[in-house]
């Protein structure tokens, strides 16, 4: 049926730009992504060694990863690829360049009781954060 195709699609396309709106990428505009694509690229141009992966930047860009920890998660084989030092530059890159999350998490954090449902999928949390509407 070609009305219940239309009202899936709708739904979809609802949960989509809502979780997009959780993610750090929406705090980030056209701007804050190439400037920080020119100065991953001076960095690529200063230490040939470090050398990211087209889809790396990417998910750098919608992810804002701030740790260690984080960007081994972006970055295939961080550990082979990169020095602590290069890791701890990249992320400090990321914190100059990109727009903090700080505000997001503490909006998220006050709508949820408190806690922030995680953004992944995991954890007890995960999914719950649609509304009874949604479905």
Do not use: F
Not at 3 to 16: C, F, P
Not at 24 to 33: F, I, K
Not at 91 to 120: F, R
């Amino acid at each position: 049926d070609q009305r219940r195709a239309l009202a899936d699609r709708d739904w979809v396309v609802k949960n989509v730009l809502k979780y997009l709106e959780s993610t750090p990428a929406a705090e980030q505009t056209p701007d804050d992504a190439h400037r920080l694509l020119a100065r991953l690229k001076e960095m690529e141009e200063r230490d040939p060694s470090i050398e990211l992966m087209p889809a790396e930047k990417l998910q750098l860009l919608d992810m804002r990863p701030s740790s260690p920890a984080e960007l081994h998660r972006i970055i295939e084989h961080c550990e082979k690829r990169l020095t602590e030092t290069q890791i701890e530059d990249l992320l400090a890159l990321l914190e100059e360049v990109l727009p903090k999350q700080e505000e997001m998490y503490e909006d998220e954090a006050d709508d949820q009781g408190g806690l922030p449902l995680p953004l992944n999928g995991e954890g007890e949390n995960a999914g719950t954060a649609m509304d009874a509407d949604d479905t």
